[in-house]
């Protein structure tokens, strides 16, 4: 078969982009042809794909993504594809990979009454309704529990077409025998006395991970405590604004923040605790690979796999809606507590237990499923024009 994949930007270290990069080896690896159009491609190719950088130009986000899918859908016109699988919300797909949370919810519960009627509401949600509303014929793939809840509260009719998949952990994230070791040589690199507390947060986008909040939690830990505290920020994006912040809270010199990298693990055997007060998050794979190396984790209920901290007893979840007194009172308990062995442990015993790492054979299952079944109409006949 062959198989057309849409996304809008690629890098290494997203986890969006990371379930894509997956999802499209397993399908190389099944023996089908590939074609991946997407507007940005950082790192590596995929081997054996066909990847096309769309060139096209705009000065805004929304018209950058019309212009896009309108000349993606353009050239697909001229070629034959089993499916055409997206990895954003957009007119013209026959799958969509839930990555992001449902917009409609945010939009409508989350943002002021004037924001709907802005050019950029109007934009995400017509794209959205492409996939989800009445009469579309795209299926689509779930990553949780709470995307399924919110996609249904707002768009009813399309339940019959959401398909959850299980987590897609790189094994390789679990902890070994030699994990303690690899904490030492980790804390050791850095510097840290064995009286130090490091705290880890890793994750592109630093907003929407809530990096504000993990400052502001830090520094409002009793001084005893916030003296032996190192806060390690591994992601992309800028980090001026919030090493400005750290700095106002009075805590710049113990924030570091790293871009991303391909030795999360290390990092992770190494730090005390995981801590991601996300404000929205489809799923959160940094949050299972804590569990399964073992590393306590503090998180927010909007994070999709947050179920997952409360089912495995691998650390604490922070009640909706959020608070910061909340989050700043959980963090004091769990940097204190005599329960950190525990939660490890849990951690540990959850990722042997339960598949948390199946993901790109399951998708892929189902891609090759859809694309053989008879489709009325496709997705992309329903393309919107530039």
């Known amino acids: 078969m062959t198989f057309c994949f849409l996304i809008y930007s690629y890098f290494p270290y997203g986890g969006q982009q990371r379930d894509f990069h997956r999802i499209v080896s397993e399908c190389i690896a099944r023996g089908h042809e590939v074609r991946i159009y997407t507007h940005r491609w950082q790192g590596p190719r995929i081997e054996n794909a066909n990847i096309t950088l769309v060139p096209v130009r705009a000065f805004n986000r929304t018209r950058l993504y019309k212009k896009f899918t309108h000349w993606v859908m353009k050239d697909l016109e001229r070629t034959t594809v089993d499916a055409v699988v997206g990895f954003n919300k957009m007119p013209g797909l026959d799958i969509y990979f839930a990555a992001d949370p449902c917009f409609a919810e945010k939009a409508l519960t989350q943002r002021g ?39 249904i509260r707002f768009y009813p009719e399309s339940a019959d077409r959401l398909y959850p998949v299980p987590p897609g952990i790189d094994p390789d994230r679990k902890a070994t ?45 009793p001084d005893e405590i916030r003296e032996r505290v190192c806060y390690i920020l591994i992601g992309q994006d800028k980090p001026g604004p919030y090493l400005r912040l750290a700095r106002k809270l009075g805590i710049g010199d113990a ?12 990092f992770m055997f190494g730090a005390d605790l995981l801590l991601h007060p996300a404000y929205s998050e489809s799923a959160g794979y940094v949050l299972l690979e804590a569990v399964i190396a073992g590393l306590p984790v503090l998180t927010t209920a909007s994070c999709g796999y947050a179920e997952h901290i409360i089912n495995a007893g691998a650390g604490e979840v922070c009640n909706e809606p959020f608070s910061q007194e909340d989050l700043n009172r959980r963090l004091l308990q769990m940097l204190t507590s005599s329960e950190r062995p525990k939660w490890s442990a849990n951690g540990i015993a959850y990722g042997k237990r339960e598949d948390l790492y199946s993901l790109p054979k399951s998708a892929m299952d189902l891609i090759e499923k859809f694309a053989s079944e008879p489709a009325d109409t496709r997705g992309r006949e329903h393309a919107v024009s530039q």
């Open 113 to 151: 009454f004037y924001y709907r009627f802005s050019l950029r509401f109007r934009h995400f949600i017509d794209y959205e309704r492409a996939v989800f509303r009445d009469g579309s014929n795209t299926r689509v793939l779930l990553l949780s529990r709470m995307q399924q809840r919110s996609f």
């Open 177 to 221: 025998a030699h994990a303690p070791d690899l904490r030492q040589e980790l804390r050791k690199r850095l510097g840290l006395e064995p009286k130090k507390l490091l705290i880890l947060q890793v994750g592109s986008g630093f907003r929407v991970k809530g990096v504000d909040r993990s400052l502001r939690a830090c520094a409002a830990l």
């Open 255 to 266: 924030i570091t923040i790293l871009p991303g990298r391909d030795d999360i693990p290390r």
